[in-house]
C-alpha cells in the first residue's frame, strides 16, 4: 500500500450548507409566527408587541430612510462600535500581557488568576454605578467597563493555554537551546495559539454585552443603548426590538468572525479536519 493510499482525500463540508439552510429555515418560521401572532390574530396591542413590519419601518427610517428616526441608528451603530473596538483592543493588549506574566510565574497565577476568576463572576451591570462615581457620566466609564469585561477572559485564556501546552514541545524548545522569554516566544506562546483564539471569542461577547448595559446609562452620545432608552421613554416597542436585533446581529456577525478565524487557524494547526 503507498502512502498516496494512506493519506486521506481532503473532505469538504457538506454539512454546512444544511446547517444554513436549517437556520434559515428557523428564522423564517420564527417571523412567520411573529406575523401571525401580532398581523392575523392580533393577540396584542400594536403598542405592547409591534409586528415584523413596524420593526422593519424603524429599523429602515433609523438606517437610510426619512422620519422620526432618520439616520440615527445608523449614527448609533457607528458610535457603539467605535466604542467596543477601541476598548475590545485595549483589554486584549493588557489582557495578552498579564496572561502572559501569569503563566511565567505561578505567584502571579495563584493570587492574581484567582482574583480574575471571581470578579469574571460579577454581572458587569454591577461594574457601572462604580465607573460612573470613579469616572463620571461619561464615555470614559463605558470604555471601563468595556476594557474589564475584556481584560479578564484574555488574561486567563492566555495563561491557561501556556500551561497546558503539551510537555514534549517544552522539552523539545529546552533541547533545541531556548530558555527563559525564548522558550515562552518561540514554542509556548505559538503552541497556544488555538486555545488564546478561543478566549479572545469569548473576551468580545463579554465586551458587547457590557458596551450596551454602559450606554443605557450615558445620555447625549450616540449609541445603542442610548436609542434603546429612547424607545422605553417614549414608548416605542418597535424601535426597542429594532435595536434588540441590530446588537444581536452586530455581535453574532463579530462572532462568526472570529469563530471562521479560530476554525482556519484549528485547521492549521492539525486540530480539526474538515468534515
Partial sequence: MTTAELTPAPRTRPGRLRSLSWQLAGLLLLVALWWLVTDVLRLYPPYVFPSPGA???EIRYGL????????KLLAAIAGSLRRVLTGYLIAVALGSAVGLLMGAWRPLRTTLGAYLTGIQSVPSIAFVPFAILFLGLN???VLFVVILEGFIPVALAVSGALLNVPPALRVAGRT???????????VLLPASVPSVLTGLRTAWSFAWRALVGG?????GASSLGEQLEVGRNTANVALVLSTILIIGVIGGLFDALLRALEGRVRRDYGLEVLE
Fill in 176 to 186: 533545541l537551546g531556548a530558555q527563559g522569554a525564548g522558550l515562552m516566544l518561540r
Fill in 139 to 141: 464615555e470614559r466609564a
Fill in 215 to 219: 450606554e443605557l446609562l450615558i445620555s
Fill in 55 to 57: 420593526v422593519w419601518t
Fill in 64 to 71: 437610510w430612510g426619512t422620519g422620526p428616526q432618520d439616520g
